[in-house]
């Protein structure tokens, strides 16, 4: 018997709330009260984390809420049968069974496997139906150890006869699910057969890799049952990832991915036709799935996985005509945005600490390369330890912050076309900054580079040139045109407007100052982590390298955009402690966690709150930003850090008014808030009767 589930991890017709925040909840506190896990408040936020990304709820009126979590002390199930029912996202309607899979962050791959054998069970008719039969608790800890026996019915074959593939574990590990499709089919490789219907690969693939990335592959392979088709699928879960066969994917017709995140591998399947969808649309709906790749594959216009593993510009059929021109852009840029931002967090804190080792003369000049240059450990600059120690994080920071500009251009490349579009990317970011093109020069050299390099990509050569392509071809004309044309053209100009704006950002103080403060509130609080949130803290990290003693214009500016952005999530979390009635019992969970959400800079904490009332919610933020913005800039607040909020307070300037600003930003947003709800008419939050909410509150 497996020790994943026992009978106190059992509710049977419970009433855990009326919503998906209640239900995770309620059994994060079965878990850590049997002892599986140090806490609830973390396996919760991980937990409710994971089900904001992808809904979990499965056809069937089944859900798995599933998470990794360093709370977790142990892999467990927790299984509930709802009454009433909860709506987890699901199409055909609300779940009634509900498995709350809950793993370590460093689970091995025994258990992991054990976790996804649950998943694919419950795709069973006869398994969720004995479920529901169930009296007890045993009972249903007798079904899943059951379903987690070491010899179970493969979850889906062709026939009797047909077994799982190489790789398929007998516990429902990761690795290739096949199907020979009706009559046996042969795979590829065997001979013999006359009439052999098409043949499908697949890749499967969700986030945390537990549940979905087996349960989608599954469904797949039923579905390819049904139509006839040899469908082989790829598990790339948690565990170990046994790839397809090579020769398979020769000889197959089209390829689905039903996946959540990057396909490792993806050059493998160069130049077949595709099919691309979320891994949930691959449990929901994995006949259209197969109807599409069969289609795909006869449509010589299809959609095909370019060469060379570059980056999709499109998703297939609906999900092509459905990505506009700026979603594109945005998606780019903040792939830029995203990788650059671990070299400006680093060295920005490298920085501060060297300041507060070694003082700002640190930064005057070549004191720090004077300093390395002439002295060591064993030779300490006048025997202070702190200044060589100041200077050795004064210029490790330095280092760091100098891949700013190239680590941005590289990877809008890699975003447009992948891995061959880095090396063009960072060399045409590399010319950006031997120009002084700063960050725009970054964005407009990591575009071309990755426009060249994906335009190269697609070019149709020789077979024997194919190879050459991704590691020498594209990068070096991919250079030579990005590059090129920076030199050539574009630099010039681009360093000149550089120049231009930051000799305005730096002349900015009084008044001015102040304005440029509002405008930052403003745009951190419009959308809430949204694309004009991301343009001010991209615009205030892009220019956070430029900032010394003598020029503090653009730390002020990093300062107040992470005050800005630290006060929706702060404020609406005092909103739900101010008015509690105001506030459905979810908001009010999600209030607790706003508090620390907000206080670590994470403005997307009031996503929920807006979502539900935007009219009320985001006026009121951008209210309390302004203000915020305002008072930092007014106060010459500073910040050498680009993120970490008031953790990172060590690299902070004028610390003081820094909290003070956030807390009168918070009050005004919070108490603005309340006001428009208690005096703007609007339907009430609360679908529970309040006598019910009184009696779940007590």
């Given at each position: 018997m497996?020790?994943?589930?026992?009978?106190?991890?059992?509710?049977?017709?419970?009433?855990?709330g009326?919503?998906?925040?209640?239900?995770?909840?309620?059994?994060?506190?079965?878990?850590?009260?049997?002892?599986?896990?140090?806490?609830?408040?973390g396996?919760?936020?991980?937990?409710?984390?994971?089900?904001?990304?992808?809904?979990?709820?499965?056809?069937?009126?089944?859900?798995?809420?599933?998470?990794?979590?360093?709370?977790?002390?142990?892999?467990?199930?927790?299984?509930a049968?709802?009454?009433p029912?909860?709506?987890?996202?699901?199409?055909?309607?609300?779940?009634?069974?509900?498995?709350?899979?809950?793993?370590?962050?460093?689970?091995?791959?025994?258990h992991?496997?054990?976790?996804?054998?649950?998943?694919?069970?419950?795709?069973?008719?006869?398994?969720?139906?004995?479920?529901?039969?169930?009296?007890?608790?045993?009972?249903?800890?007798?079904?899943?150890?059951?379903?987690?026996?070491?010899?179970?019915?493969?979850?889906?074959?062709?026939?009797?006869?047909?077994?799982?593939?190489?790789?398929?574990?007998?516990?429902?590990?990761?690795?290739?699910?096949?199907?020979?499709?009706?009559?046996?089919?042969?795979?590829?490789?065997?001979?013999?057969?006359?009439?052999?219907?098409?043949?499908?690969?697949?890749?499967?693939?969700?986030?945390?890799?537990?549940?979905?990335?087996?349960?989608?592959?599954?469904?797949?392979?039923?579905?390819?049952?049904?139509?006839?088709?040899?469908?082989?699928?790829?598990?790339?879960?948690?565990?170990?990832?046994?790839?397809?066969?090579?020769?398979?994917?020769?000889?197959?017709?089209?390829?689905?991915?039903?996946?959540?995140?990057?396909?490792?591998?993806?050059?493998?399947?160069?130049?077949?036709?595709?099919?691309?969808?979320?891994?949930?649309?691959?449990?929901?709906?994995?006949?259209?799935?197969?109807?599409?790749?069969?289609?795909?594959?006869?449509?010589p216009?299809?959609?095909?996985?370019?060469?060379?593993?570059?980056?999709?510009?499109?998703?297939?059929?609906?999900?092509?005509?459905?990505?506009?021109?700026?979603?594109?852009?945005?998606?780019?840029?903040?792939?830029?945005?995203?990788?650059?931002?671990?070299?400006?967090?680093?060295?920005?804190?490298?920085?501060?600490?060297?300041?507060?080792?070694?003082?700002?003369?640190?930064?005057l000049?070549?004191?720090?390369?004077?300093?390395?240059?002439?002295?060591?450990?064993?030779?300490?600059?006048?025997?202070?330890?702190?200044?060589?120690?100041?200077a050795?994080?004064?210029?490790?920071?330095?280092?760091?912050?100098?891949?700013?500009?190239?680590?941005?251009?590289?990877?809008?490349?890699?975003?447009?076309?992948?891995?061959?579009?880095?090396?063009?990317?960072f060399?045409?970011?590399?010319?950006?900054?031997?120009?002084?093109?700063?960050?725009?020069?970054?964005?407009?050299?990591?575009?071309?580079?990755?426009?060249?390099?994906?335009?190269?990509?697609?070019?149709?050569?020789?077979?024997?040139?194919?190879?050459?392509?991704?590691?020498?071809?594209?990068?070096?004309?991919?250079?030579?045109?990005?590059?090129?044309?920076?030199?050539?053209?574009?630099?010039?100009?681009?360093?000149?407007?550089?120049?231009?704006?930051?000799?305005?950002?730096?002349?900015?103080?009084?008044?001015?100052?102040?304005?440029?403060?509002?405008?930052?509130?403003?745009?951190?609080?419009?959308?809430?982590?949204?694309?004009?949130?991301?343009?001010?803290?991209?615009?205030?990290?892009?220019?956070?390298?430029?900032?010394?003693?003598?020029?503090?214009?653009?730390?002020?500016?990093?300062?107040?955009?992470?005050?800005?952005g630290?006060?929706?999530?702060?404020?609406?979390?005092?909103?739900?402690?101010?008015?509690?009635?105001?506030?459905?019992?979810?908001?009010?969970?999600?209030g607790?966690?706003?508090?620390?959400l907000?206080?670590?800079?994470?403005?997307?904490?009031?996503?929920?709150?807006?979502?539900?009332?935007?009219?009320?919610?985001?006026?009121?933020?951008?209210?309390?930003?302004?203000?915020?913005?305002?008072?930092?800039?007014?106060?010459?607040?500073?910040?050498?850090?680009?993120?970490?909020?008031?953790?990172?307070?060590?690299?902070?300037?004028?610390?003081?008014?820094?909290?003070?600003?956030?807390?009168?930003?918070?009050?005004?947003?919070?108490?603005?808030?309340?006001?428009?709800?208690?005096?703007a008419?609007?339907?009430?939050?609360?679908?529970?009767?309040?006598?019910?909410?009184?009696?779940?509150?007590?």
């Amino acid at each position: 018997m497996t020790t994943l589930i026992n009978t106190d991890l059992v509710l049977l017709d419970a009433d855990l709330g009326t919503d998906t925040t209640s239900v995770i909840r309620h059994l994060a506190e079965l878990v850590a009260k049997t002892g599986r896990a140090a806490e609830v408040e973390g396996l919760f936020a991980d937990a409710l984390a994971r089900e904001q990304k992808t809904a979990t709820g499965v056809p069937g009126g089944i859900a798995i809420p599933h998470c990794r979590s360093a709370a977790v002390l142990e892999p467990t199930l927790a299984m509930a049968r709802l009454s009433p029912t909860v709506d987890f996202g699901a199409k055909d309607g609300p779940a009634d069974i509900v498995f709350f899979i809950a793993a370590p962050a460093g689970a091995d791959n025994a258990h992991l496997k054990l976790l996804s054998k649950l998943a694919r069970s419950l795709i069973k008719k006869d398994f969720t139906a004995a479920l529901r039969a169930a009296k007890t608790p045993a009972e249903i800890v007798a079904l899943v150890d059951g379903a987690l026996a070491d010899n179970p019915q493969p979850a889906a074959t062709a026939t009797a006869a047909a077994p799982v593939r190489s790789g398929e574990s007998s516990v429902g590990g990761p690795g290739v699910v096949g199907h020979r499709g009706a009559g046996g089919v042969p795979n590829a490789g065997e001979v013999g057969q006359t009439s052999a219907p098409k043949r499908l690969v697949a890749v499967t693939a969700c986030p945390t890799g537990i549940a979905h990335t087996y349960m989608a592959a599954d469904s797949l392979v039923l579905a390819a049952q049904e139509a006839g088709v040899d469908l082989q699928v790829e598990t790339q879960g948690s565990g170990a990832v046994t790839p397809l066969d090579p020769a398979v994917i020769a000889a197959a017709d089209a390829v689905i991915f039903a996946v959540d995140v990057d396909v490792r591998g993806k050059e493998r399947f160069a130049g077949k036709p595709v099919v691309n969808s979320p891994v949930k649309r691959g449990i929901d709906e994995p006949a259209k799935m197969i109807q599409e790749a069969l289609a795909a594959a006869d449509d010589p216009h299809a959609h095909r996985v370019p060469h060379f593993g570059a980056e999709e510009t499109a998703e297939h059929n609906a999900e092509a005509s459905s990505e506009h021109l700026g979603t594109k852009i945005k998606k780019v840029l903040l792939t830029g945005v995203s990788y650059m931002i671990p070299f400006v967090a680093g060295g920005g804190l490298l920085i501060a600490l060297g300041f507060l080792l070694a003082g700002y003369s640190i930064a005057l000049g070549t004191t720090a390369d004077d300093i390395l240059g002439n002295n060591t450990l064993l030779n300490l600059p006048d025997g202070n330890l702190a200044l060589y120690l100041g200077a050795v994080a004064f210029k490790i920071g330095g280092l760091s912050m100098g891949f700013l500009v190239p680590a941005l251009a590289g990877y809008i490349a890699f975003g447009i076309a992948d891995r061959p579009g880095i090396a063009p990317g960072f060399t045409a970011g590399a010319v950006a900054v031997f120009m002084d093109a700063g960050f725009l020069g970054g964005l407009v050299g990591g575009i071309l580079a990755g426009l060249a390099a994906y335009w190269i990509g697609s070019w149709k050569v020789p077979r024997w040139l194919r190879g050459l392509m991704p590691v020498v071809i594209i990068p070096l004309l991919g250079s030579i045109i990005a590059s090129g044309a920076m030199l050539l053209f574009l630099g010039g100009p681009i360093a000149a407007l550089t120049n231009g704006l930051n000799h305005w950002l730096t002349g900015m103080s009084g008044a001015s100052a102040v304005v440029l403060g509002i405008i930052l509130g403003l745009m951190m609080c419009f959308d809430l982590g949204g694309p004009v949130n991301k343009v001010a803290y991209a615009f205030a990290v892009a220019g956070l390298g430029a900032g010394t003693a003598v020029d503090q214009a653009p730390w002020q500016i990093m300062a107040t955009v992470m005050a800005t952005g630290m006060v929706p999530p702060l404020a609406m979390a005092l909103a739900t402690v101010i008015d509690k009635k105001r506030f459905s019992l979810a908001e009010r969970e999600n209030g607790k966690a706003a508090w620390l959400l907000g206080a670590s800079f994470i403005s997307e904490g009031a996503i929920p709150f807006a979502a539900a009332d935007p009219l009320r919610v985001i006026p009121s933020m951008m209210l309390g930003g302004a203000v915020t913005g305002a008072m930092t800039m007014a106060f010459h607040v500073t910040s050498q850090a680009p993120h970490g909020g008031i953790f990172v307070f060590f690299a902070i300037g004028n610390v003081g008014m820094f909290i003070l600003s956030i807390l009168v930003g918070t009050v005004i947003g919070g108490f603005s808030v309340v006001a428009l709800k208690r005096w703007a008419v609007r339907k009430p939050v609360d679908t529970v009767a309040p006598q019910q909410l009184v009696a779940q509150n007590s």
